[in-house]
Each structure stands twice: as structure tokens, then as C-alpha cells.
């Protein structure tokens, strides 16, 4: 069974970049896409991006000129980088898994416990 | 990108409740809809796909409905452990969207 576990700093300052790991144990990275999804503290759920194990990847346009997601998958490893950070950015950030089936039946299974990102001066 | 907007955003229920939570997409989706349920603390864990088709290992008392802009969850008869917030998302085009949730309180 595939689980997934974010690691990374939990405080920051403004104008840093946030970078964040998700291991994945319990499976292969291969043929699935990956993505990142962060929820601010008693918001709702906003997608970032994904990357497809070979490396292909889809951001949201409204966080694209700040986002970087790669992947080694010889390390069951992918990642994310956001740069110039702001308390808006303060948020519970989760790594899932995106099955996408085929056309367009894509869902996030299963989920990070989620590692929160504080960004204060 | 496509609005997902639920109501109501809460709910006061009791056990052994029918409930039933909306979720209206800004533009059809088709079949593209999922659901999550997400209890305090805890990450989001999927509960339907593809408007209908329960995740594996989630009770039947849980089901989903609709097409096009206009989808429903419902759960037969509410249990103790069923109350969390719940949020659709759409997987028509990214990004990717979610409701803004629908939380379900004691009553």
C-alpha cells in the first residue's frame, strides 16, 4: 500500500524559497502522476501542480511563475520548490498521488499527512 | 478555471440523519467530480470518484449523484464517525478545483 510523507522546514521568512520532499514508500513512482495541494490554515484545498514520473509537469497558472516540482524516482522522491514566499503562502501543504484513468478521471489517492509551512518575519 | 461552490458550508445533524450536500460546478464537468472527506487535522481521504464509484473500503451508506454542473453526496444514515468536511473537486481541467467545503456539526 503506497504512503506518502512530506518533509521540510516548518517556518520561513518572506521572500524565501520554500522547498518541500515527499517520499514515497509501498510502491512504485512509475507510470502515476504526483502532485502537490496545500490548504491554508482553516481554508479550503488548493492544487499546485503535478509531475508525471517521466518528468512532464502541469502547475496552476495562478502560482506558475513560482513553482518548481521534479521527481527522482531512483530515490522515490518528488518535490517542490516555491519561491519568494509571503505570509500568504502560510499553509498545510500535502503530496498525493493523481490517478488518472483515462480522459479526464484524474483523483487524488492517497494523500500526505501534510507538513505545515509558517512564513513569518 | 471552473468555480466549485458547495452549500450549505455547514450543517447541524444528528445520528442516523439522511444527509445530502451539493455540490454546483460554474460550467459542466460532465462526470469529472470526485469527494473527499477530511476530518480535523487530518489529510483529505478520498471517498468517491467519478461522481458514483465508491473508493474501496468506504461504507455503502455513502453515495453520489448527478452530470454537467449539479452533483450530490449523500449518506443514508449519518454515524459518529462521519463527522468531518467534506469537499468535491472536479477533474474536468486543471487546475485542478475544490468546493470550499461543507462541514458537519453535531447537533
Known amino acids: 500500500q503506497v504512503q506518502l510523507q512530506e518533509s521540510g522546514p516548518g517556518l520561513m521568512k518572506p521572500s524565501e524559497t520554500l522547498s518541500l520532499t515527499c517520499s514515497v514508500s509501498?510502491?512504485?513512482?512509475?507510470?502515476?502522476?504526483w502532485s502537490w495541494i496545500r490548504q491554508p490554515p482553516g481554508k479550503g484545498l488548493e492544487w499546485i501542480g503535478y509531475i508525471y514520473y517521466t518528468g512532464t509537469t502541469n502547475y496552476n497558472p495562478s502560482l506558475k511563475s513560482r513553482v518548481t516540482i521534479s521527481v527522482e524516482t531512483s530515490q522515490n522522491q518528488f518535490s517542490l520548490k516555491l519561491t519568494s514566499v509571503s505570509a500568504a503562502d502560510t499553509a498545510v501543504y500535502y503530496c498525493?498521488?493523481?490517478?488518472?484513468?483515462?480522459?479526464?478521471?484524474?483523483?487524488?489517492?492517497?494523500w500526505g499527512q501534510g507538513t505545515l509551512v509558517t512564513v513569518s518575519s | 478555471d471552473i468555480q466549485m461552490t458547495q452549500s450549505p458550508s455547514s450543517l447541524s445533524v444528528s445520528v442516523g440523519d439522511r444527509v445530502t450536500i451539493t455540490c454546483r460546478a460554474s460550467q459542466s464537468i460532465a462526470s469529472y467530480l470526485n469527494w473527499y472527506q477530511q476530518k480535523p487535522g487530518k489529510a483529505p481521504n478520498l471517498l468517491i470518484y467519478?461522481?458514483?464509484s465508491l473508493q474501496t473500503g468506504v461504507p455503502s451508506r455513502f453515495s453520489g449523484s448527478g452530470s454537467g454542473t449539479d452533483f450530490t453526496l449523500t449518506i443514508s444514515s449519518l454515524q459518529p464517525e462521519d463527522f468531518a468536511t467534506y469537499y468535491c473537486?472536479?477533474?474536468?481541467?486543471?487546475?485542478?478545483?475544490f468546493g470550499q467545503g461543507t462541514e458537519l456539526e453535531i447537533k
Open positions: 509501498g510502491g512504485s513512482m512509475s507510470r502515476y502522476y
Open positions: 498525493a498521488r493523481l490517478i488518472a484513468v483515462a480522459g479526464r478521471d484524474d483523483w487524488f489517492d492517497p
Open positions: 473537486q472536479q477533474s474536468y481541467s486543471t487546475p485542478y478545483t
Open positions: 467519478a461522481v458514483s
